[in-house]
């Protein structure tokens, strides 16, 4: 309350600004994976971290339904990994250096990206400290394909690939929200043979939040936890800007009434995808994210 929301730096929720070496053991650190190299339709997630910070000023740091004041917490950003435009290997390289320096102190990343494609490289990093990691997988897709015009990392291919390098442990793992046209069957019947649990957007809405909620818990367990969401988990009405969106979504409601639902689970880091600012000219879609991202912050700062 020292100043107003509109002045200062942008840095997610006003928290402190720090180098990735100068992060504390058990800080909550904010962060940007600005890499969209492995869309394969609308571009522009790059500018997603920015965005998301700036809509953050709207969002007050007391979550009433947990009981948490996150601004109580040690809380920092630690900016942006300093990926290369156009280069997904190079953009990968920058990305495991900068999340590994903040996992590897003790810290628990909340990363802004950036498309889908970064928690390949986000996952090694957590296998690397965790061992094999559950996956709390939001998105309209399920991501796992084998590869897209001959490309094998894409913002599709992300969950398939860290699956097979043994980043995940499939059996404690879950896709929520998956929907819209496909080419066949495979196309979710691929994440249930690879050994993840799917609950369709249909599936959500027929069961509840709640309901939802319980059936993560109990999938997850005591595991160490990565929440990623992609954005156009959200139906198009609630977040437009995105780069695949599919109608039939979560609506932000629902959304934040399974993620607080989640309370108990030991998130070890979070990351919030594919906004594309281009396509979202009400600020809707960052909006979203920011307040998701306060809600896996929430999660992650209420275990510790």
Known sequence: MSSPKYVGIRTFLGAPQSAVNEVLSGQIVFCGAPLDAGQTYRVGARHGPSAIREASRVVRPYNPRLDLDLSALAL??????DVAPGSI??????IRSHIGAIVQ????????????SIAFPVLGELYSKWGPIALVHFDAHTDTWDEYWGERYTHGTAVRRAIEAGFIEPSASVQVGIRGSGYGPSDVEQSRDLGLLVLTADQVHADGASETARRIVERVGSHPVLVHFDIDCLDPAHAPGTGMPEVGGLTTHDASIILVGLAGINVVAAEVTEVLPAYDPSGITAIAAANVLFELASLAGSHG
Do not use: L, N, T
């Not at 920092?76 to 990994?81: E, L, R, V």
């Not at 102190?105 to 889908?116: H, Q």
């Open 76 to 81: 920092s950003d630690a900016g942006d990994a």
């Open 89 to 94: 290997e190079r953009g990968f390289e920058a």
């Open 105 to 116: 102190r003790g810290a628990y990343p909340m990363i802004m990206g950036g498309d889908c």
